[in-house]
């Protein structure tokens, strides 16, 4: 069936370090990746996407990574802020509308 | 920057009682998806909506979930029987076209069953 996995589930970095959170899809129908950020008690909010015709996007300090082979994707977050801290989720889009969430990975960013 | 609006924030009830949570969509968008997150869990797909029809729709919208589009402007997703499980965030999105273009959230109403 379909599903996506995410890791690591926390992930804890000093500010102005990388983070990378990873994902795997099990449908090589998939064809739409995007990543959501969702702080307490807040909205899932949109930070980037990529579609399967790319294998890498960028915007600002994160970019995405997309390995259509071996069905992964990972989000990169470079010189990270104490803002940056949140929940992030994957997410994955197949023929149809739904989108298939990861199951989170919490990001605290340390000053 | 235009937001999908949802009421009411909270919404407490007692189980067995029926539920309306509403959302308003950004106004050009044409296709509306309601989701739901259990505390502490990932975000779950129940349904998607159309020209006025379910897309598609999860194992967990059975037949006490419904959802309409009673005008220009809200859709609606309707519990009629809640049960303590039912106790979740309810998330509406909605994006401008289907396929693979970006689905925007509202801020949620967190449902209590008691």
């Known amino acids: 069936g379909e599903n996506v996995e995410q890791h690591p589930s926390t992930l804890s970095v000093q500010e102005g370090d990388s983070a990378v959170i990873k994902c795997t899809y099990s449908?090589?129908?998939?064809?739409?990746f995007p990543w959501y950020k969702q702080e307490l008690g807040k909205r899932p909010q949109l930070i980037i996407d990529?579609?399967?015709?790319?294998g890498e996007k960028k915007d600002q300090r994160i970019a995405v990574t997309l390995n259509k082979t071996a069905k992964h994707f990972s989000l990169h977050i470079t010189e990270t802020q104490p803002e940056d801290s949140a929940v992030y989720f994957c997410?994955?889009?197949?023929?149809?509308?739904?989108?298939?969430f990861g199951t989170g990975t919490r990001l605290q960013v340390f000053p | 920057e235009p937001e999908v609006t949802q009421t009411p924030s909270h919404q407490v009830t007692q189980m067995g009682q029926e539920v309306i949570l509403r959302c308003v969509p950004i106004?050009?968008?044409?296709?509306f998806y309601w989701y739901r997150q259990i505390l502490g869990q990932k975000v779950e797909f129940l349904v998607s909506?159309?020209?006025?029809?379910?897309?598609?729709k999860s194992e967990i919208f059975d037949d006490q979930f419904s959802v309409e589009r009673p005008d220009g402007s809200n859709f609606t997703l309707k519990i009629r029987s809640t049960k303590l499980e039912d106790s979740a965030m309810y998330f509406c999105?909605?994006?401008?076209?289907?396929?693979?273009?970006?689905?925007?959230f509202g801020d949620g109403t967190r449902l209590s069953i008691l």
């Open positions: 909506f159309y020209n006025n029809e379910i897309s598609e």
């Open positions: 449908d090589s129908a998939s064809n739409y």
């Open positions: 999105a909605s994006s401008e076209l289907g396929g693979g273009q970006p689905q925007h």
């Open positions: 997410a994955a889009r197949i023929d149809t509308d739904k989108l298939i």
């Open positions: 990529i579609r399967s015709n790319v």
């Open positions: 106004s050009n968008h044409l296709y």
